[in-house]
């Protein structure tokens, strides 16, 4: 009989994961911080372009998990989440100041 690990539960670190992969806004964020750093045009990746599912890969693969659950549970990963909510807050703050 072979014993398995359980699976560890997700806290609040995944929670706010799972809510920023929800929210538009990131979805925004993703868009245009990829046209960004690849030099790529509006044309070519449009705002609207990341959905859910892109935010879901970009945050695990960030903070190089598996599953968001595992975010509470490993210091680096929960760093990094840190760092991209720092970030997309930044860059929230920026886009309110550009269109006043």
Not at 26 to 39: K, P, W
Not at 50 to 78: L, N, Q, W, Y
Request: with cysteine; net charge positive; proline share 5%.
């Amino acid at each position: 009989m072979t014993e398995t690990t359980p699976k560890p539960a997700g806290g609040p670190l995944a929670r706010k994961a799972a809510m920023l992969c929800q929210a538009e806004g990131f979805h925004r964020y993703l868009d245009q911080a990829r046209r960004a750093r690849h030099g790529i045009d509006t044309n070519v990746l449009p705002d609207g372009t990341h959905k859910e599912e892109d935010a879901v890969d970009f945050i695990r693969t960030a903070c190089g998990v598996k599953s968001r659950a595992e975010i509470d549970h490993e210091p680096r990963a929960a760093h990094m989440l840190r760092r991209i909510i720092t970030n997309y807050r930044r860059w929230q703050s920026n886009q309110v100041r550009a269109s006043s």
